[in-house]
């Protein structure tokens, strides 16, 4: 897999396809609202129909074989995300708890239900395992950090305005990620496959045909968002990217060679890792009117380097795969 394959079937569509919706956002043929109605397509049908599809069709060996990717995946970003959070809770006097808890839902997690096939798929194929590793990195994002993020940001605004925010269960937030078809599609098609049910391969065109239009409604609907944000430059969005683009898939790629992952998951691993910042960051961001700017300057900043920093680390984690085989 060279350079130029990773550029022309996985940068350039995405650049295109999210520029197509960005100008369509500055001319006024959608906006916000549209915006939102396309993730809820993607989030809600696309995507899980997606990740069922393509793990229903994987055997109980090759799960056996990705335990070490759950456990990577759920160290090593759940560890940068709280990194993100000390770091902008701590080391940013204006800071507040909740702004720190929004920069780690952005720039702690990777937009792996926007790009995440339509990364990795050009780049490593169509396979079982790429769904793996979408549905692994989205159960962690959506099902540990969004609920870890917001009840940080509940206990901050609280704090400061008492009686502010309702009390609620710790694991209220958990039990509605958990709900969301993202999440509960992907665990079904891992308990059907360890029960050994055979998955009748004439259901597939009936899943695949809605899972077709998850990566390019999903980079679109990106585009649409980005054209409705201003972006600014700061420290904290430059700091934010850093963390996100460098440190996350850094992390990740240390420990996958310290747990002696399989190198091809490995690699689709620090890939997704490097994916630019959560877009669902954005919409808790403006729910909440804590953060906005920055988090998404942060975000657009973090999709211009993505550009560069995606083959950066697909050559840096075959450097590092060559030493350690040595």
Same mark, same amino acid.
Not at 147 to 156: K, R, T
């Given at each position: 897999? +060279?350079?130029?394959?990773?550029?022309?079937?996985?940068?350039?569509?995405? /650049?295109?396809?999210?520029?197509?919706?960005?100008?369509?956002?500055? =001319?006024?043929?959608?906006?916000?609202?549209?915006?939102?109605?396309?993730?809820? *397509?993607?989030?809600?049908?696309?995507?899980?129909?997606?990740?069922? *599809?393509?793990?229903?069709?994987?055997?109980?060996?090759?799960?056996?074989?990705?335990? =070490?990717?759950?456990?990577?995946?759920?160290? +090593?970003?759940?560890? #940068?995300? %709280?990194?993100?959070?000390?770091?902008?809770?701590? #080391?940013?006097?204006?800071?507040?708890?909740?702004?720190?808890?929004?920069?780690?839902?952005? &720039?702690?997690?990777?937009? /792996? +239900?926007?790009?995440?096939?339509?990364?990795?798929?050009?780049?490593?194929?169509?396979?079982?395992?790429?769904?793996?590793? *979408?549905?692994?990195?989205?159960?962690?994002?959506?099902?540990?950090?969004?609920?870890?993020?917001?009840?940080?940001?509940?206990? &901050?605004?609280?704090?400061?305005?008492?009686?502010?925010?309702?009390?609620?269960?710790?694991?209220?937030?958990?039990?509605?990620?958990?709900?969301?078809?993202?999440?509960?599609?992907?665990?079904?098609?891992?308990?059907?496959?360890? /029960?050994? /049910?055979?998955?009748? =391969?004439?259901?597939?065109?009936?899943?695949?045909?809605?899972?077709?239009?998850?990566?390019?409604?999903?980079?679109?609907?990106? +585009?649409?968002?980005?054209?409705?944000?201003?972006?600014?430059?700061?420290?904290?969005?430059?700091?934010?990217?850093?963390?996100?683009?460098?440190? %996350?898939?850094?992390?990740?790629?240390?420990?996958?060679?310290?747990?002696? %992952?399989?190198?091809?998951?490995?690699?689709?691993?620090?890939?997704?890792?490097?994916?630019?910042?959560?877009?669902?960051?954005?919409?808790?961001?403006?729910?909440?009117?804590?953060?906005?700017?920055?988090?998404?300057?942060?975000?657009?900043?973090?999709?211009?380097?993505?550009?560069?920093?995606?083959?950066?680390?697909?050559?840096?984690?075959?450097?590092?795969?060559?030493?350690?085989?040595?």
């Amino acid at each position: 897999m +060279g350079l130029s394959h990773v550029i022309l079937y996985a940068i350039v569509p995405i /650049i295109v396809v999210m520029l197509a919706g960005f100008i369509s956002g500055k =001319k006024g043929v959608f906006n916000g609202d549209d915006s939102k109605k396309f993730n809820k *397509v993607v989030l809600d049908f696309a995507l899980p129909a997606a990740l069922f *599809v393509s793990i229903v069709q994987s055997t109980r060996e090759e799960l056996a074989r990705d335990a =070490k990717l759950t456990l990577v995946s759920t160290i +090593g970003i759940m560890a #940068c995300f %709280m990194l993100v959070y000390f770091i902008f809770k701590y #080391c940013f006097r204006k800071n507040t708890g909740a702004d720190a808890a929004v920069s780690a839902l952005i &720039s702690g997690s990777p937009t /792996i +239900g926007f790009l995440g096939f339509a990364v990795l798929e050009p780049i490593f194929g169509t396979s079982p395992t790429v769904a793996l590793v *979408v549905a692994i990195v989205g159960i962690v994002v959506n099902a540990i950090g969004i609920p870890v993020g917001l009840s940080l940001m509940n206990a &901050s605004l609280e704090k400061q305005n008492p009686g502010s925010t309702k009390k609620e269960s710790a694991w209220k937030p958990v039990l509605h990620a958990l709900a969301q078809p993202v999440a509960w599609a992907p665990i079904l098609a891992v308990v059907w496959v360890l /029960i050994g /049910i055979p998955w009748p =391969k004439e259901f597939s065109p009936s899943f695949n045909l809605i899972a077709k239009a998850n990566a390019s409604m999903a980079v679109f609907s990106a +585009g649409i968002t980005l054209s409705s944000v201003k972006f600014t430059v700061n420290w904290q969005a430059v700091l934010g990217s850093i963390l996100k683009m460098i440190v %996350m898939p850094a992390v990740v790629l240390i420990l996958g060679l310290l747990f002696k %992952m399989d190198p091809m998951n490995l690699k689709m691993l620090v890939v997704a890792s490097a994916l630019p910042p959560a877009f669902s960051g954005i919409i808790i961001a403006d729910e909440y009117n804590t953060y906005v700017a920055t988090g998404t300057s942060s975000l657009t900043l973090s999709v211009i380097l993505f550009v560069g920093f995606c083959p950066l680390w697909i050559w840096l984690t075959d450097v590092a795969l060559r030493a350690f085989a040595c």
